[in-house]
């Protein structure tokens, strides 16, 4: 369990290990997949958040007014903000930091009053966020624009902007004006949409950024890289760049591009030692087989928008789907490995339809694990509330160098200390969980994978929780098929997702003591 200052000392370690090298702590991976790409013409992305194995994560909805004109915003690390108007009501995961916990934020160990580590979310306006998928730099490129203890921290992001912003641009706008004038306190991938536009934008270091509007024809992945390729800045209805985005690589001396046709490769740039990784490997195999690669070109999955003749085109990648995509595929996209695992803390799927009201944006939540979990649909912009389970706050998880005889739940783990010498070494023990895990959605998820996957269960048992897990998946898709956008209320649509919330709760809490 991270607490106190420790995430941020992780994050920061990690933004500094992703500028000097292409190795990522932080497995989170995101995907996009244009309307014209669907089966059901909505645009669908989706991230999952990882870190740990045993982090508690809660799920709910901040209310309209959370925040008032004029409220400071004192960030977790130096990052301030002045709001401009009421907040709008939005869906939010964040991490635990309520009384349970003695009010300590678990990200930088304050007790100010705030909402720590918000990951993505959709808000009353139709505005969707996600924003805490991490990326870094080359070294030179850190040397010359280091990132910002005072700048915005990716957590932040959704916090501010889905408070303020009431349409997908503004909030592009909202964002890059505090890059201008703040900076960032690390590198991050960030989606932003509504029912009309998706944005997707990479800032890999302290000041720079590019921002594009994708298009309806394309699809590409994102674990924890820069994936933005030769970029058009002429393009100017799809592309915001920072105005120093050249003269930083010049100035770390890696800049590729064409200064005089106002171009810029931006991996090759700024993030030129990255490579591509088992994630992206495996994504592009899933993607389509046919055309994987086992060591792909950085062509064969970045975001350009010029052509073959130096022409500004559409956005696009190299990838080409073999098939028109579900929210099924996107479900069985984090059941890869290495994708879906044991830290994942939670992933969210967004899809989001061209009806300009308060059901065309869908979110689908899975807690821990994403390949042995299960996703729930909720429509954002009318759920008022969410199921109880999301939102209890715990006691941290407690790590034993022993099994724990007192503990109702305890799986086996590694966690890494410092020994005598002060090196940094592997201690293998127990992860014991709290003692009211079963009312907590998170804690019963994370008993359930890890518990699989320590390697105790039979076959037979396995199977059992794949089949119900599997059961529950089609049931909740079932389900979210038989309502009725056009005559869903918000008193209706929060009741569907609580009542599906409950019974997948219920259920993987008998898998878990049935193993545990």
Same mark, same amino acid.
């Given at each position: 369990?991270?607490?106190?200052?420790?995430?941020?000392?992780?994050? #920061?370690?990690?933004?500094?290990?992703?500028?000097?090298?292409?190795?990522?702590?932080?497995?989170?991976?995101?995907? @996009? !997949?244009?309307?014209?790409?669907?089966?059901? /013409?909505?645009?669908?992305?989706?991230?999952?958040?990882?870190?740990?194995?045993?982090?508690?994560?809660?799920?709910? $909805?901040?209310?309209? /007014?959370?925040?008032?004109?004029?409220?400071?915003?004192? /960030?977790?690390?130096?990052?301030?903000?002045?709001?401009?108007?009421? +907040?709008?009501?939005?869906?939010?995961?964040?991490?635990?930091?309520?009384?349970?916990?003695?009010?300590?934020?678990?990200?930088?160990?304050?007790?100010?009053?705030?909402?720590?580590?918000?990951?993505?979310?959709?808000?009353?306006?139709?505005?969707? !966020? #996600?924003?805490?998928?991490?990326?870094?730099?080359?070294?030179?490129?850190?040397?010359?624009?280091?990132?910002?203890?005072?700048?915005?921290?990716?957590?932040?992001?959704?916090?501010?902007?889905?408070?303020?912003?009431?349409?997908?641009?503004?909030?592009?706008?909202?964002?890059?004006?505090?890059?201008?004038?703040?900076?960032?306190?690390?590198?991050?991938?960030?989606?932003?949409?509504?029912?009309?536009?998706?944005?997707?934008?990479?800032?890999?270091?302290?000041? =720079?950024?590019?921002?594009?509007?994708?298009?309806?024809?394309?699809?590409?992945?994102?674990?924890?890289?820069?994936?933005?390729?030769?970029?058009?800045?002429?393009?100017?209805?799809?592309?915001?760049?920072?105005?120093?985005?050249?003269?930083?690589?010049?100035?770390?001396?890696?800049?590729?591009?064409?200064? %005089?046709?106002?171009?810029?490769? @931006?991996?090759?740039?700024?993030?030129?030692? =990255? #490579?591509?990784?088992?994630?992206?490997?495996?994504?592009?195999?899933?993607?389509?087989?046919?055309?994987?690669?086992?060591?792909?070109?950085?062509?064969?999955?970045?975001?350009?928008?010029?052509?073959?003749?130096?022409?500004?085109? &559409?956005?696009?990648?190299?990838?080409? *789907?073999?098939?028109?995509?579900? $929210?099924?595929?996107?479900?069985?996209?984090?059941?890869?490995?290495?994708?879906?695992?044991?830290?994942?803390?939670?992933?969210?799927?967004?899809?989001?339809?061209? =009806?300009?009201?308060?059901?065309?944006?869908?979110?689908?939540?899975?807690?821990?694990?994403?390949?042995?979990?299960?996703? $729930? &649909?909720?429509?954002?912009?009318?759920?008022?509330?969410?199921?109880?389970? @999301?939102?209890? +706050?715990?006691?941290?998880?407690?790590?034993?160098?022993?099994? &724990? %005889?007192?503990?109702?739940?305890?799986?086996?783990?590694?966690?890494?200390?410092?020994?005598?010498?002060?090196?940094? !070494?592997? $201690?293998?023990?127990?992860?014991?969980?709290?003692?009211?895990?079963?009312?907590?959605?998170?804690?019963?998820?994370?008993?359930?994978?890890?518990?699989?996957?320590?390697?105790?269960?039979?076959?037979?048992?396995?199977?059992?929780?794949?089949?119900? *897990?599997?059961?529950? =998946?089609?049931?909740?898709?079932?389900?979210?098929?038989?309502?009725?956008?056009?005559?869903?209320?918000?008193?209706?649509?929060?009741?569907? #997702?609580?009542?599906?919330?409950?019974?997948?709760?219920?259920?993987?809490?008998?898998?878990?003591?049935? !193993?545990?």
């Amino acid at each position: 369990m991270l607490n106190s200052k420790m995430k941020k000392l992780v994050t #920061s370690m990690i933004a500094l290990i992703l500028c000097l090298s292409s190795v990522s702590a932080m497995a989170c991976t995101a995907i @996009y !997949v244009g309307s014209d790409l669907t089966a059901d /013409g909505t645009t669908m992305f989706a991230r999952s958040e990882d870190i740990s194995n045993s982090y508690n994560k809660l799920f709910y $909805v901040s209310p309209a /007014g959370k925040h008032t004109a004029g409220e400071e915003y004192a /960030g977790c690390y130096g990052f301030t903000y002045t709001f401009k108007k009421d +907040s709008y009501s939005y869906t939010a995961f964040s991490d635990d930091n309520g009384a349970a916990v003695n009010n300590e934020c678990p990200d930088c160990g304050g007790t100010h009053a705030h909402t720590p580590y918000q990951a993505g979310g959709t808000n009353e306006m139709g505005v969707t !966020v #996600s924003a805490t998928e991490t990326i870094g730099c080359t070294g030179a490129i850190y040397e010359a624009d280091p990132y910002l203890d005072t700048g915005i921290e990716e957590a932040e992001i959704p916090t501010v902007l889905l408070s303020e912003a009431s349409t997908a641009k503004e909030a592009v706008d909202l964002l890059l004006s505090i890059y201008d004038t703040a900076g960032c306190a690390g590198g991050s991938g960030i989606f932003i949409a509504d029912d009309k536009e998706t944005w997707y934008i990479e800032n890999a270091s302290g000041t =720079q950024y590019v921002a594009l509007k994708l298009s309806s024809s394309m699809a590409f992945a994102q674990p924890n890289m820069s994936i933005i390729g030769l970029i058009d800045l002429d393009d100017t209805e799809n592309v915001i760049a920072s105005k120093d985005i050249f003269a930083v690589a010049e100035k770390a001396g890696s800049y590729v591009g064409d200064k %005089e046709a106002n171009t810029i490769d @931006y991996v090759a740039s700024y993030n030129a030692d =990255q #490579s591509a990784g088992s994630r992206m490997v495996n994504a592009l195999r899933f993607f389509n087989a046919e055309t994987a690669k086992d060591e792909p070109a950085v062509s064969d999955y970045t975001i350009s928008n010029v052509n073959a003749e130096s022409d500004v085109v &559409p956005m696009h990648t190299s990838i080409v *789907l073999d098939h028109a995509y579900t $929210v099924d595929d996107f479900v069985k996209y984090y059941h890869i490995a290495g994708i879906g695992s044991t830290r994942n803390l939670e992933t969210h799927i967004f899809a989001i339809s061209a =009806q300009d009201g308060p059901t065309d944006t869908v979110e689908w939540v899975a807690m821990d694990d994403a390949a042995l979990s299960v996703f $729930v &649909p909720y429509y954002p912009m009318l759920t008022t509330d969410t199921y109880e389970g @999301y939102k209890l +706050s715990t006691l941290p998880a407690e790590f034993a160098a022993g099994k &724990p %005889e007192t503990v109702d739940v305890a799986y086996p783990t590694t966690k890494y200390q410092k020994n005598e010498n002060g090196e940094r !070494v592997p $201690v293998e023990g127990y992860c014991a969980l709290p003692a009211d895990w079963a009312g907590s959605v998170y804690w019963t998820m994370d008993a359930l994978s890890n518990l699989y996957e320590a390697g105790s269960l039979t076959d037979e048992q396995k199977t059992a929780i794949t089949d119900k *897990l599997a059961a529950l =998946q089609t049931e909740c898709y079932e389900t979210f098929a038989q309502l009725n956008p056009e005559t869903l209320t918000a008193e209706t649509a929060t009741a569907a #997702s609580m009542e599906l919330a409950s019974k997948v709760h219920a259920a993987c809490v008998e898998l878990v003591n049935a !193993v545990k």
